[in-house]
């Protein structure tokens, strides 16, 4: 499980080794790490996911040895939010 | 094509090199550099952290998108993170066309997609104070 920008600093830690439950999603995943480090919270829907470098969607079944990563949103992102959302 | 997320510091030159071909008679360059304020406020440096291996797949993704959509003949894009001063290059992009209008259109397309998808972050730092800058929601996924 890899952590990058705001969110490593939040966690104090950039990857990690973690145990999912079998067919855990990549929102489960993070809802466990928010609730060791509450200032994710905040980050819980603004959030994409990829595994294994690409982006997958939130629900996204995880198969061991995956490589979740959480991906904060970039600074270009609001021209996204104005035209898809 | 060619892509890096590196720490070294950007050259426009060895960048447009890795494009230029006789076949091709405009190479645009694109130099994104360090600017000293943003949001009404000074900014001392930057820092940028970046996925380097996912980023360097969603560039060529990216470029491959865009020649698709223009006549290119060879894309090179470049990122660089750690701390940046003022003034510094972050980004370079270089784009060889047969043609200048393909080169600058495809170019300003190339540089916005940059920025929505690619997991690269800048944390902006002044004198008492930093901050990730963050876009209102995450990356669309590419495609």
């Known amino acids: 499980m890899r952590l990058f920008a705001r ?3 939040l966690a104090g830690m950039r990857d990690r080794e973690l145990d999912a439950p079998e067919g855990a999603t990549p929102r489960e995943v993070f809802a466990l790490l928010a609730q060791e480090t509450p200032g994710l919270q905040a980050y819980s ?3 994409m996911y990829a595994v294994n470098a690409e982006y997958v969607p939130p629900e996204h079944r995880l198969a061991e040895g995956d490589e979740v990563s959480f991906i904060p949103p970039v600074s270009g992102g609001e021209r996204v939010v104005r035209n898809h959302i | 094509m060619w892509f890096e ?3 070294e510091k950007l050259t426009a030159e060895a960048l447009i090199q890795r494009v230029r071909r006789d076949n091709s008679g405009a190479v645009l360059v694109f130099l994104g550099v360090v600017r000293n304020h943003n949001l009404g406020r000074g900014v001392d440096f930057l820092e940028y952290d970046a ?3 996912m980023a360097e797949k969603v560039m060529r993704e990216i470029a491959e998108d865009a020649q698709q959509r223009w006549d290119i003949n060879d894309i090179a894009i470049q990122h660089r993170t750690g701390r940046l001063e003022i003034g510094e290059t ?5 784009v060889a066309s047969t043609h200048r209008r393909e080169g600058f259109e ?4 190339i540089v ?3 920025k929505e998808i690619v997991p690269i972050w800048k944390k902006e730092i002044w004198e008492g104070g ?3 800058i963050e876009g209102e929601l995450a990356p669309k996924q590419a495609g």
């Open chain 1, 7 to 9: 969110l490593s600093e």
């Open chain 1, 45 to 47: 829907d603004r959030l």
């Open chain 2, 5 to 7: 997320i590196t720490s």
């Open chain 2, 51 to 53: 996925y380097p291996q």
């Open chain 2, 90 to 94: 972050s980004l370079l992009v270089a």
């Open chain 2, 106 to 109: 495809a170019g300003q397309w």
């Open chain 2, 112 to 114: 916005d997609r940059f």
């Open chain 2, 130 to 132: 930093e901050e990730w």
